[in-house]
């Protein structure tokens, strides 16, 4: 019986890209979780059906984090 492989989930190709360019444990944390973050922020969708304005919504919620942290 042939399985059919997944291609590798998203978080999963961004471990593999950094970890391939070297990059440190601590960026590889940070650039995972504001990715999960902008999934989460838009309901679980992905970000490749995803453009500007949805980009645009995520940074202003980010901006407003801030400022009110402040």
Known sequence: MT???QPPRLLDQVRHTIRLKHMSLKTEESY????RDFILFHDKRHPKDMEVPEIRAYLSHMGMAICFSC
């Open 32 to 35: 995972v979780y504001y990715i």
């Open 3 to 5: 399985q059919i492989q």
